[in-house]
T-cell receptor, first 108, second 114 residues
């Protein structure tokens, strides 16, 4: 079993829908990251969480440390949100362990 | 623009050839990393450097060597390329723990070993 599990692996939705991507992990962590990888391959860091909730524009990330679970929400989704979203957990110094990613497609 | 610059973007090697992937960052970050990304798998850490002058193995270091030339530059060398090293390679950097600003990734190098 992978240390970091994301669901769903693939998600297709219509423009405007509310999107939720989930991340579960099995080890103690110091922080959890959400990353976005565009079709061109570039990776962008969206959030780093150690507790609670963060919001940036239409993106919201939450984490429940006790349940070892995080969610990434996208409100009013848009085709430009189409990308692979990656969850990664930080264990110890310097090391990230990555989930396999969730491929999101938003149709107009 | 500030960020992480990787070269080359694409490379095809024959089995047994060697090459060096270059990475430079201009954000004065202490920590730098090399990852590989394979289909169906998450990014995996090859090597990292917590600070200038130090390097450590990650999850999948076999077949690779690294050099932290100075604070800006962190190179990855394949001494004798194998088809199993066909992958997309990403360099990243971050500030040290305690002064976190997030990770910044390079645009990737798509390497094919034939």
């Amino acid at each position: 079993k992978n240390e970091v599990e994301q669901s769903p692996q693939n998600l297709t939705a219509q423009e405007g829908e509310f999107i939720t991507i989930n991340c579960s992990y099995s080890v103690g962590i110091s922080a959890l990251h959400w990353l976005q990888q565009h079709p061109g391959g570039g990776i962008v860091s969206l959030f780093m969480l150690s507790s609670g909730k963060k919001k940036h524009g239409r993106l919201i990330a939450t984490i429940n440390i006790q349940e070892k679970h995080s969610s990434l929400h996208i409100t009013a989704s848009h085709p430009r949100d189409s990308a692979v979203y990656i969850c990664a957990v930080k264990r110890g110094a310097q090391k990230l362990v990555f989930g396999q990613g969730t491929r999101l497609t938003i149709n107009p | 623009n500030a960020g992480v610059t990787q070269t080359p973007k694409f490379q095809v090697l024959k089995t047994g050839q060697s090459m060096t992937l270059q990475c430079a960052q201009d954000m004065n970050h202490n920590s730098m990393y090399w990852y590989r990304q394979d289909p169906g798998m998450g990014l995996r850490l090859i090597y990292y450097s917590a600070s200038e002058g130090t390097t450590d193995k990650g999850e999948v270091p076999n077949g690779y060597n690294v050099s932290r030339l100075n604070k800006r530059e962190f190179s990855l060398r394949l001494e004798s390329a194998a088809p199993s090293q066909t992958s997309v390679y990403f360099c990243a950097s971050s500030e040290a723990e305690g002064r976190y600003y997030g990770y910044t990734f390079g645009s990737g190098t798509r390497l094919t070993v034939v």
